[in-house]
């Protein structure tokens, strides 16, 4: 796997992996403060994309 997905997901100490949200950057502009706030933070991601993901050697 390539070092970009290194950067966008973390495996987390029980094996779950982590994401950001999509459209979090200059997107947000004209969004109201609620969806802001529903994107902050880190969301659990797919587990057919974790399997993928730590099945390759060298990332993670």
Do not use: E
Not at 25 to 53: E, M, P, V
């Amino acid at each position: 796997m390539k070092k970009s997905i290194t950067t966008r997901f973390k495996i987390t100490k029980t094996g779950k992996g982590l994401r950001r949200k999509m459209a979090q950057c200059h997107f947000r502009a004209k969004k109201t403060s609620l969806q802001q706030r529903r994107k902050d933070g880190n969301f659990i991601a797919d587990k057919n994309i974790t399997r993928r993901i730590k099945s390759k050697p060298g990332t993670l």
